[in-house]
């Protein structure tokens, strides 16, 4: 059984830095896609990043580009997503999501694995 186990969230300054963890456990993940979701009070959960764990290939949503990067380490099983000049819009439960495949969809019905979410709470 797949699981997932996010870490790394907190409260944090507006310009700062976190870097959330995800450490994965249950398969062999070379031929998945991971991807970071996040969803704030109100509002749907939304993608952030996605990688492609045999290939490398990333993807960041627009918000987050050269702010946020994704990425994995195939030896420990672990996926990051780490996150720099943060901004109060950036608060929000942050899930590590998996699915197997090889295409990095935007969506979250489509990944079938999912973490039980970290805080990330950004002040201004």
């Known amino acids: 059984q797949v699981q997932l186990v996010e870490s790394g969230g907190g409260l944090v300054q507006a310009g700062g830095s976190l870097r959330l963890s995800c450490t994965a456990s249950?398969?062999?993940?070379?031929?998945?896609?991971m991807g970071w979701f996040r969803q704030a009070p109100g509002k749907e959960r939304e993608f952030v990043a996605g990688v492609n764990w045999s290939s490398g290939r990333t993807y960041h949503t627009d918000s987050v580009k050269g702010r946020f990067t994704i990425s994995r380490d195939n030896a420990k099983n672990m996926v990051y997503l780490q996150m720099n000049s943060l901004k109060p819009e950036d608060t929000a439960v942050y899930y590590c999501?998996?699915?197997?495949?090889?295409?990095?969809?935007?969506?979250?019905?489509?990944?079938?694995?999912w973490g039980q979410g970290t805080q990330v709470t950004v002040s201004s």
């Open positions: 249950g398969s062999t993940f070379s031929t998945y896609v």
């Open positions: 999501a998996a699915r197997s495949g090889s295409v990095i969809f935007h969506t979250p019905r489509e990944y079938d694995y």
